[in-house]
């Protein structure tokens, strides 16, 4: 299993990136689907998830209104459209795939992780 991120990079404060992560998971259809991510010196946290069978999405408190997760079966892949980037979002974004699950939050609910794209937010 394989998962691949891209899109991170350098954006100014107020801009917007939008991450994507591909996975060779199957069906990818049965995969919970999150993105993590881990500043210097951080521990990883949690960003946001989209369920398998209903498509339900969760996000942590600070990201609501600014990031938007969603998923495309047909490509196998994952987004994550982030707006109104702060200084604070710097940090390296991982995507996360786990089978069956509804609500995943926790690093130990997923089983596969990508290797990580660096989004640097300037002020």
């Known amino acids: 299993v394989q998962l691949q991120a891209s899109g991170g990079g350098l954006v100014q404060a107020g801009g917007s990136l939008r991450l994507s992560c591909t996975a060779s998971v199957h069906p990818f259809s049965n995969w919970a689907l999150g993105w993590f991510r881990q500043a210097p010196g951080k521990e990883r946290e949690f960003v946001a998830s989209i369920g398998y069978t209903n498509w339900t999405t969760y996000y942590r408190d600070s990201v609501k209104g600014r990031f938007t997760i969603s998923r495309n079966n047909a490509e196998n892949s994952v987004y994550l459209q982030m707006s109104n980037l702060k200084p604070k979002d710097t940090a390296v974004y991982y995507c996360?795939?786990?089978?069956?699950?509804?609500?995943?939050?926790?690093?130990?609910?997923?089983?596969?992780w990508g290797q990580g794209t660096l989004v640097t937010v300037s002020s």
């Open positions: 996360a795939a786990t089978p069956g699950f509804n609500y995943a939050t926790q690093p130990n609910d997923y089983n596969y």
